[in-house]
Structures are given as C-alpha cells and as structure tokens.
C-alpha cells in the first residue's frame, strides 16, 4: 500500500472526515462521505471554483428533507495533498444545511463533499488509525 498516494485527514467536531483540497487551483474543504453516491459542491461556489455546468437541473435526494435542485459540472481538476491529481465532475447543491448544522456543533463549514463516485473510481481506501486516504 505505500506506493499508493497518501492524503491526510482530519477529523472534525463532529467526527467527520476531512480532507484538504485544490479544486481548479483553489483551496477547498471536503467532508469524506462514503454514504454519498456523488461528490459535490456548495453551489454558492461556482464561480469561486470556476466549475462549468454540464446539463439541465435535476431533483436531488439527500439526507435532507425533500428534493433539492441540482446541476452537474463538467469534469475540473483535483488535487489531495501533493501526490494525487486528477479530474472530477461534482454535482452543485445547496449545502447550507450541512454547513449550519456542522457550525451548530462547533465544527468549521465545507465546501464540497468528496463521495462515493470519486472513492471507488480512485480505489480509495480509509486508514482511519492513521488518519490517511489512499488512492
């Protein structure tokens, strides 16, 4: 496993895996959650992030009430840590539930949340005692 890429996390207030990150050169806060099938964006961050949009606006499902409007982008480059860089499409959603809810509890806000689609598509494997992500 050492020749794999290895990326520090940390864990928040709330027992939450973060990551730090470079999305299109900008620095960006990721929540690591294994139980989202996509990764995502705040979409407030748009522009910040220079992400592109890539279709029509969709109804969303998340661990919120109801359904949220969404919208894909178009694949932009990611980089964990100084090792791992590659291409990642992310949905933009409305995380401001998210982030007051982490803010309630003490922890600092997100901007995105890294799931499933980028963890499996990067083979990622969580070392939770070394508080490290493997790509």
């Known amino acids: 496993m050492n020749s794999r890429p290895s990326i520090r996390l940390r864990i928040s207030k709330t027992k939450h895996l973060l990551c730090n990150a470079q999305i299109n050169g900008k620095s960006a806060v990721l929540l690591v959650d294994t139980g989202a099938s996509n990764s995502c964006i705040h979409n407030a961050l748009q522009d910040h992030f220079e992400l592109r949009v890539k279709g029509d606006p969709f109804d969303a499902a998340g661990a919120s009430e109801g359904k949220m409007q969404a919208v894909m982008t178009r694949p932009s480059k990611i980089q964990l840590g100084r090792s791992f860089k590659g291409k990642q499409g992310f949905v933009l959603l409305d995380l401001n539930h998210v982030n007051t809810s982490l803010i ?16 499996k598509k990067n083979k990622a494997v969580i070392d939770y005692a070394q508080r490290k992500l493997l790509l």
């Open 104 to 119: 309630s509890q003490g922890a600092h806000k997100i901007d995105g949340i890294l799931g499933a689609d980028f963890l």
